[in-house]
């Protein structure tokens, strides 16, 4: 293999010594450095990262490292046949400025087809042939395309555009010079370009090249159609380079004070309002109202096999919006984008320069900037004005992989569930996840079998014969017989009793005291996963109620001065570091109010293992820490105030000192201490961080039922004692108890869970949740999540069928797989690549699966549910006594059904689920029948009697169902509706039964 690569290489470097600079020859040295860099990479390699050698081109799916001497910026190379891939701030060894900033091409196709390439700056095009010659003209206009931009990196901090050109030989000289393949081919003139212009105008049938005028992801397939046909006009057929135009024209000057009129968008009329009083009317501040486009909601909007191209859809609203800014733009010099700081604020903003762009709103005479505002305050929106930065492509690809991700499962697993499981509407990578870990929680609880125990709980006394103090205390048996319990050493009432009468009958001491002291350090500041946490825990609100209330207090809210402002920072954050100034405002606080004891000697650091550091903003807090709660009380709504109480308080507390406990324990026993009893209480010694939670000012939040006083009350009892003390029992209880199952999930145990995993982002667990029971896959019951049997019916069948999309770990993985796209440390569309061939397979593998298959998998795995209903537990069908009862799927609607396996023959149904039914009001539970219902036989025919249901309500039919023949059937009323079913009151309906039909003789 080295040795062809060996003959490749130098085959190649032979035909274009022209084109490469004399300073940095293509040596089989260099080569080898590359080649051994590939072989031990010092990054792990991905799943995706792969390697492969097709005929003579190299091919590389990672990201290498190169020294620090090479300067310019690339992401894949191509040299004729020969393709190497390099990491991101890393460079070609063939220098010259050849390869300039951001050059990126598609991978390589087999078969030695045209290969498809996309640029920022320069382009150099060979044969795709056999022998691999590269135009040596077309190599030299890049050279001096190169050498005319001047330093790349100089011009980027400028805000500079970036040129643009590419080279290829026209078709008819490659015919005639067949023959002549081996040898260089001849150089042209400096003037190539305005002669291959010219040439393009009559060569209709050359392929014509992309525009860098397109999006920075070129692969999106945009909505507007004659946008692109534009870009083909303007770009005609040239077979050599063409100078493309800048791309974004980003600037990175302070925008603030205003030099001209500015542009300003941000995503919400609230926040819009605030800003605007901000800045002034140099400034109009205009609202995007969310994204501007999303992916079209029809299949095919992703299309792996078109390198993952997408249709992008934009919504009627959308073009009003849209419309607003570009007229607005007029005049404009500055088009400022102050979306969200994360992911799909970075998308926002990338998406409204789309948008524009191809309207044609941006003209020459305007700068973009790019701009985040982590607080709406006056300071914090004027300091980030001052400075502005360009779109990060890395956030924007990770949210471009996130998006077709989400989407392919989504379209690929939902049209299998509504064929396999009519009425289950859809699937998602996070949510299936979710869905699952509620689902096996309740499999698990199920399945779970209690064990009985005794705890034997005693009160002692202190003997004093003078004295009228309760000192009453608690104890707990742990040693009997002189052997230590465990929990399952007492499993009977017997053995309980026995114990209890013994205890009763002896004499107690104090057998041995230890006193400690423990500290208990302040929790961390909010993030978005704990902030929704406690939000349940103490205030009883969802998830998405809370992020609800939490944006509202972020966007503003108008004072009691009539000033609108921010009252929390960003809260969609993974970062727990709060900023230095910030951090001193906290501390003077606390040594005002609380004193000097309660500030921490050093102000402590917080921080989080963040998978990708550019979304680790601050934690969540006020932006004024001295906007006390109580200031605040007749201005938020009682929600919004306890929500904001909640975050100053844990603000204010996480710079705060340790609380310090004082601990007791006392060992009882008898004289041969065969016996022993424990007793063991605490008291706060210094409050610490926990004085915050009971000041004043967080009254909202305080928990009433606190049982403070009867610990200190213990503690003191027993902090009297001492060793030998002689002890008097007062009472003795043996307490039965029995195991317990695990908990259902609530809302915040499930997001801390799913965090724990790593599965989705705490931004999106709200959204996730609220999905479930939009889905009816859940209900919440006491903010408790409990799964329908739907939800259990979809998790069994794509933890059946879609094993790897289900497990968790796989789930988390791909977490930090799309985490490491944002970080620029993955290729997104590799990412997708090898994730679409594995799950693509699963998706064939499904769709050729039988309805009944999947009946069989339902019947074995939820057998003990579908069936406990039945009467003494027989699968015999009641109706044809030959049948077996079996979970069957309805072929109409959405229903699930008990029916006889002897369909068509036997059409006995034993027990519905979900069907039409289910819609029906909630007021009228027991109108619903189970049809046929067998209510007896008469008495003089043996025929039997079935109560039904049909369009016009409930009615009793004699006889059963059969060609050629029309039963006899009578309506039944809503008073003798309940008696049928409780009493099979026949007598009225068999006498109407046996009236003569219209027709009859």
């Known amino acids: 293999m080295i040795l062809q690569l060996h003959r490749t290489f130098f085959s190649t470097t032979t035909t274009s010594s022209s084109s490469v600079p004399s300073s940095h020859p293509l040596s089989f040295c260099h080569f080898m450095l590359q080649f051994r860099a590939i072989q031990t990479p010092p990054i792990a390699l991905a799943p995706h990262a792969t390697s492969s050698l097709t005929g003579a081109t190299v091919q590389f799916r990672t990201r290498l490292l190169f020294p620090p001497r090479v ?38 196709t087999d078969g030695g087809k045209q290969k498809k390439r996309q640029v920022r700056a320069a382009v150099v095009r060979g044969k795709e042939k056999d022998g691999g010659a590269v135009n040596d003209a077309a190599s030299k206009e890049v050279d001096n395309a190169a050498a005319s931009e001047g330093s790349l990196g100089e011009k980027k901090k400028k805000g500079s555009s970036r040129a643009a050109a590419s080279g290829e030989e026209d078709e008819k000289s490659v015919k005639k010079k067949t023959a002549k393949q081996k040898k260089t081919t001849s150089t042209q003139e400096d003037g190539a370009v305005e002669a291959s212009k010219k040439s393009s105008k009559g060569n209709k049938k050359k392929d014509s090249k992309k525009s860098l005028t397109e999006s920075a992801i070129e692969e999106i397939t945009e909505n507007s159609a004659s ?122 903003a990338w998406h409204i320069i789309e948008m524009l762009q191809q309207q044609g709103a941006l003209h020459d005479n305007i700068s973009l900037a790019r701009v985040v505002f982590h607080e709406i305050t006056e300071k914090s929106i004027k300091g980030s004005l001052q400075t502005p930065r360009e779109i990060d492509i890395n956030l924007v690809q990770a949210y471009l992989a996130r998006r077709a991700l989400d989407y392919l499962i989504g379209f690929s697993i939902s049209p299998l569930l509504w064929r396999k499981l009519p009425g289950c509407q859809s699937a998602g990578r996070v949510q299936s996840a979710a869905l699952s870990l509620i689902c096996d929680r309740e499999m698990e609880i199920d399945e779970f079998k209690p064990k009985e125990y005794w705890i034997v709980e005693v009160q002692l006394k202190k003997k004093e014969l003078r004295s009228n103090k309760n000192l009453t205390f608690p104890a707990h048996l742990t040693h009997f017989d002189s ?182 324990q006392l060992n009882i026993g008898n004289p041969d201490k065969s016996i022993i009893l424990r007793s063991s209480s605490s008291r706060v010694e210094f409050p610490g961080y926990r004085a915050v939670f009971t000041d004043i000012v967080t009254e909202a939040v305080q928990d009433k039922d606190s049982d403070e006083f009867s610990r200190d009350q213990t503690f003191g009892v027993l902090n009297s004692l001492k060793t030998g003390d002689p002890l008097h029992v007062v009472q003795t209880e043996p307490n039965q108890h029995h195991t317990q199952p695990p908990p259902r999930y609530s809302e915040a145990s499930l997001v801390k869970k799913l965090e724990e995993l790593g599965i989705g982002r705490p931004s999106t667990y709200a959204s996730t949740i609220k999905v479930l029971q939009d889905r009816n896959y859940v209900t919440v019951k006491s903010r408790v999540l409990s799964p329908e049997f739907r939800g259990c019916m979809v998790s069994a069948f794509l933890s059946h069928h879609f094993s790897e999309v289900m497990d968790y770990g ?7 797989e799309l985490d490491n796209v944002s970080g620029g440390l993955t290729e997104w569309k590799g990412l997708l690549r090898d ?63 008990i029916g006889c396996d002897q369909h068509p023959r036997c059409k006995y149904i034993a027990k519905t689920l979900y069907g039409t039914e ?63 079913i409780t009493h099979c009151c026949l007598y009225k309906y068999d006498q109407l039964l046996y009236l003569p039909i219209k027709g009859e003789k």
Request: with cysteine; hydrophobic share 35%; charged share 25%.
């Open 71 to 108: 300067t310019a910026k690339c992401h894949a190379t191509s040299f004729g046949n020969f393709r190497l891939q390099f990491a991101l701030n890393s460079t070609t060894p063939f220098g010259g400025g050849v390869f300039s900033r951001r050059f990126a091409t598609r991978p390589a």
């Open 227 to 348: 946008a692109k046909d534009k870009v083909k006009k303007k770009n005609g057929n040239s077979s050599l380079i063409e100078e493309a135009k800048p791309l974004w024209n980003f600037t990175y000057k302070p925008l603030y004070p205003p030099t001209g009129k500015s542009v300003v968008v941000v995503e919400s009329v609230t926040k819009a309002k605030v800003i605007k009083r901000y800045l002034g009317d140099m400034y109009e501040v205009l609202p995007s109202y969310g994204h501007v486009r999303d992916l079209a909601a029809r299949s095919g909007s992703v299309r792996p096999d078109d390198d993952f191209s997408m249709v992008w859809e934009v919504p009627s609203p959308a073009w009003t919006h849209l419309k607003s800014i570009k007229v607005a733009l007029s005049g404009a010099e500055n088009l400022i984008l102050a979306s969200d700081p994360d992911r799909e604020g970075e998308a926002i």
């Open 483 to 664: 052997k230590k319990l465990n929990q399952f050493s007492i499993t009977s009432d017997t053995e309980a009793r026995d114990i209890q009468s013994t205890i009763n009958s002896a004499d107690f001491h104090v057998v041995s005291l230890k006193k400690s002291k423990s500290r208990r350090n302040p929790p961390t500041p909010y993030i978005t996963s704990t902030l929704q946490q406690d939000a349940a825990n103490k205030l009883h609100f969802t998830a998405s109620h809370t992020m609800k209330l939490a944006q509202k207090l972020y966007e503003g809210v108008e004072l009691s001065d009539g000033i609108a402002v921010g009252l929390i920072t960003y809260i969609r954050t993974d970062g727990l570091h709060i900023s230095d100034e910030v951090v001193a405002s906290i501390r003077s606080l606390i040594i005002e109010r609380y004193g000097q004891d309660f500030v921490s000697q050093s102000a402590p650091k917080y921080y989080k293992k963040v998978k990708n550091a550019q979304e680790a903003h601050e934690a969540i807090r006020p932006t004024d820490i001295c906007k006390l709660p109580s200031m605040l009380s007749g201005i938020l709504d009682g929600e919004s105030l306890k929500l904001y109480t909640l975050i100053w308080s844990r603000t204010v507390s996480c710079q705060m000192g340790p609380a310090v406990f004082e601990q007791i």
């Open 810 to 816: 796989f789930t988390a993985d791909m977490e930090t």
């Open 835 to 897: 994730y679409w061939t594995r799950f693509k397979s699963y998706c064939e593998r499904t769709s050729n699966v039988h309805i009944h298959q999947v009946e069989k998998m339902l019947e074995k795995k939820f057998g003990d549910y579908l069936f406990a209903s039945l009467p003494d537990q027989s699968r015999v069908c009641p109706s044809c006594m030959e049948g077996t009862l079996i979970f069957k799927v309805s072929r109409f609607g959405a229903g699930y059904f």
């Open 918 to 980: 289910e819609e029906e009001d909630a007021s009228q539970p027991n109108s619903r029948v189970e049809e046929p219902k067998l209510l007896g036989v008469t008495s003089g025919s043996y025929e039997k009697v079935l109560l039904k249901s049909g369009p016009y309500g409930v009615y009793v039919q004699l006889g059963e169902d059969r060609k050629g023949y029309i039963p006899k059937r009578a309506s039944v009323s809503h008073q003798d509706y309940g008696s049928l």
